[in-house]
């Protein structure tokens, strides 16, 4: 394990072993609302309601840390604690063999998706929470029962299932040809076929995403979406920042028209 501390985050390089150390599970449990998944870590944000369990977390780090190098913690853990309101970033020091887990969706009618697992893993499992938090009904170590009776929870459930990977687990989502007629039962007019074998709806579903509107959305909404991203992202915006930063905006910028383009209909 290496810790650096940076200006604006603590950053922990750890092997998969210690990331499921109980002590590390706890305090990432904790954190489910606050916490960005990435391919090979994850990025935990402050939460002043959770600040004794922070402390507490970066007490059993500073003592685990310098068991590992042998040497005394209480210097620097007081450095730690300094960093106390900043992001922590832990990254994983290799990158594992990808490991797939099979998560299965089942519609039971346009309101309401179960999302389950095969067995246990509360990596896959708190992701989702965190990106569901506020629409999940109920849920276990293998299973959540998501509300999805709006726009927005349809839309929030669509860019969370647009990612397939997280730390080293491979995502497979499984679902049968009935999922997406039952859940945009509302748009019956719109033609989902096989999602499995069809490569344009699968096109068209990444261009809803894009814009943020839920499949099926109507003109007005792709509009107003459109609009509203293309003001975020344009990159007059970034002019003045970093090279990359302007490339990000003008790549967005670049997606959002291709997008639009693809969706809207010209009379």
């Given at each position: 394990m290496d810790i650096v501390l940076r200006d604006n985050l603590i950053l922990i390089t750890?092997?998969?072993?210690?990331?499921?150390?109980?002590?590390?599970?706890?305090?990432?449990?904790?954190?489910?609302?606050?916490?960005?998944?990435?391919?090979?870590?994850?990025?935990?944000?402050?939460?002043?309601?959770?600040?004794?369990?922070?402390?507490?977390?970066?007490?059993?780090?500073?003592?685990?840390?310098?068991?590992?190098?042998?040497?005394?913690h209480q210097f620097f853990l007081r450095s730690m604690l300094k960093y106390g309101s900043q992001p922590?970033?832990?990254?994983?020091?290799?990158?594992?063999?990808?490991?797939?887990?099979?998560?299965n969706l089942y519609a039971y009618d346009k309101n309401t998706v179960l999302i389950s697992l095969d067995q246990p893993n509360a990596w896959i499992i708190n992701y989702m929470r965190s990106q569901l938090e506020v629409y999940v009904e109920r849920g276990t170590d293998i299973s959540l029962v998501v509300d999805v009776s709006d726009f927005k929870a349809k839309s929030r459930l669509e860019k969370a299932l647009n990612k397939k990977h997280i730390l080293h687990y491979q995502i497979q989502y499984t679902f049968d040809n009935k999922f997406m007629s039952k859940l945009y039962s509302d748009f019956a007019s719109f033609s989902f076929g096989d999602?499995?074998?069809?490569?344009?709806?699968?096109?068209?579903?990444?261009?809803?995403t894009?814009?943020?509107?839920?499949?099926?959305?109507?003109?007005?909404?792709?509009?107003?979406s459109?609009?509203?991203?293309?003001k975020v992202y344009h990159p007059?915006?970034?002019?003045?920042?970093?090279?990359?930063?302007?490339?990000?905006?003008?790549n967005k910028f670049q997606l959002l028209q291709e997008a639009y383009e693809a969706l809207r209909i010209v009379s």
């Open positions: 750890t092997d998969f072993d210690t990331l499921n150390t109980p002590w590390m599970r706890e305090f990432l449990n904790h954190h489910t609302r606050g916490m960005l998944f990435l391919p090979k870590a994850v990025l935990v944000f402050r939460n002043e309601s959770l600040k004794q369990i922070r402390e507490d977390f970066l007490h059993k780090l500073s003592e685990h840390h310098a068991k590992v190098h042998d040497f005394n922590i970033k832990i990254v994983m020091n290799k990158m594992e063999e990808p490991e797939t887990v099979k998560v999602l499995v074998k069809e490569n344009t709806i699968e096109e068209k579903k990444h261009f809803y894009i814009l943020e509107c839920p499949i099926g959305a109507s003109q007005d909404a792709l509009k107003k459109y609009k509203k991203l293309t007059d915006k970034v002019f003045h920042e970093a090279p990359h930063m302007v490339e990000h905006y003008t």
